[in-house]
């Protein structure tokens, strides 16, 4: 799975670039991940090379999804420019503003990569933060990490409901 975000900042090849290279350079199948929230994203991933893709964040507001109530509100009313990244072991996080997200965002600007890395791990309580926020809906101790394809999403819908839309061209 191919996932852009993973390379942030780090490397200088673009994802119009990067994904026919690994599509060339692979003899498996190439799912797209990052993004991918409604069937432009689906068209481009498989224009680009990727034999499907793997869809996160569209699926978190659905009926089915056991993500709590708030969150899925959360998502919908937001778009990606409420998103601020974050530092921690093993990589970055998106995350829509919650008390704990505003300490590891300031922890990431105010100290070094290690330190803050260390202490946003402390503070993510082992995993515990992001349920905290994704399926509690504490806003206070947790963190609610999505992508950027928040900005596609603008109303809570069955899973159903949303392949429909992210097949809608493939008919």
Known sequence: MANL???????TIGSFSLIPMIADAIDMPLA???????SRGVRAALALGADGV???T??????ENPAHPKVKQLIVDSTAE???????AP??????PTKIREQMVANDNNLSKQEAWATNA??????SGMRLGMLEGDF????????????????????????????????
């Open 5 to 11: 975000f993973l390379q942030f900042g780090e490397k």
């Open 32 to 38: 797209l991940a990052g993004g991918v929230a409604d």
């Open 54 to 56: 793997y869809v996160g």
């Open 58 to 63: 569209r699926l978190i507001p659905t009926f």
């Open 82 to 88: 409420d998103l601020k990244i974050f530092r921690t």
């Open 91 to 96: 990589a970055y996080y998106r995350s829509l």
């Open 122 to 127: 402390a503070l993510m309580q082992g995993g």
């Open 140 to 171: 206070d101790a947790g963190f609610v990490s999505v992508g950027t394809g928040i900005s596609m999403i603008h109303k809570i819908q069955s899973v159903a409901e949303v392949v429909a839309e992210l097949m809608a061209d493939f008919k």
